[in-house]
């Protein structure tokens, strides 16, 4: 079954404790992306990644790191989280073949930082 | 200003009612169009891509205004399981990875 998945679903956390939440894919897609969505502001774009070892900064980078050393995986890093990253955090892989464009996400993370 | 603006809503409409739906940009390089779907948190699915030409797929209609920078989701004949929040969503150049999300319109049919 095609999917991206990620982990964990939920985590509570405290301020400055470095957290990794994992997004993996198996459509074999190109393009990743990370989402956090806030009552509001809707979905803003993280980073996002056109392939291995390709990234680049979405609209809300500040306090965010990725990394794609392979093609299935895109974490996304908070190095010393924050209280305003308590978000829902989305991740996507996105197919882009020829004009066709669609973007598959996953279950959703829901993060809070105490 | 933001880059996609969408009407909040909500919009509550009777079963079978027809609704329309409108996003502006304001990025004139942007070059695809989406509506995405989501419901309740969940995560978001999408709903159709938005062609210059128009495009119809079932009750849904999906058109693109360059010249004014808009697009606009028409249902008709509204069901229950219409009910959700409706996002515009904006593609920059080229490059399917960097995308814009409008806010969201919130859609509830009622019986």
């Known amino acids: 079954e095609a999917q991206v998945t990620q982990n964990p679903r939920y985590l509570i956390t405290v301020t400055g404790k470095k957290l990794t939440v994992t997004c993996s894919q198996n459509?074999?897609?190109?393009?990743m992306s990370w989402y956090r969505q806030d009552p509001g502001l809707g979905l803003r774009q993280i980073y996002y990644?056109?392939?291995?070892?390709?990234?680049d900064k979405g609209d809300v980078p500040e306090g965010y790191k990725v990394s794609r050393k392979e093609k299935r995986n895109f974490p996304l890093i908070l190095e010393s989280p924050s209280p305003n990253q308590t978000s829902l955090y989305f991740c996507?892989?996105?197919?882009?073949?020829?004009?066709?464009?669609?973007?598959?996400f996953g279950p959703g993370t829901r993060l809070t930082v105490l | 200003r933001k880059e996609v603006e969408q009407d909040p809503g909500p919009f509550n409409v009777p079963e079978g009612a027809t609704v329309a739906f409108n996003c502006t940009y304001s990025?004139?390089?942007?070059?695809?169009f989406f509506w995405y779907r989501q419901d309740c948190r969940k995560e978001p699915k999408l709903l159709m891509s938005?062609?210059?030409s128009g495009n119809e797929d079932g009750r849904f209609t999906a058109q693109l205004n360059r010249a004014s920078q808009y697009i606009s989701l028409l249902i008709r004949d509204s069901k229950l399981s219409d009910s959700a929040t409706y996002l515009c969503?904006?593609?920059?150049?080229?490059?399917?990875?960097?995308?814009?999300f409008g806010d969201g319109t919130t859609l509830t049919v009622k019986p």
């Open positions: 996507a892989s996105v197919i882009a073949v020829g004009g066709y464009n669609e973007q598959f």
């Open positions: 459509m074999n897609h190109e393009y």
């Open positions: 990644s056109m392939n291995v070892e390709v990234t």
């Open positions: 990025n004139s390089a942007s070059q695809s």
């Open positions: 938005v062609y210059s």
């Open positions: 969503v904006v593609n920059r150049g080229t490059n399917a990875g960097k995308s814009t």
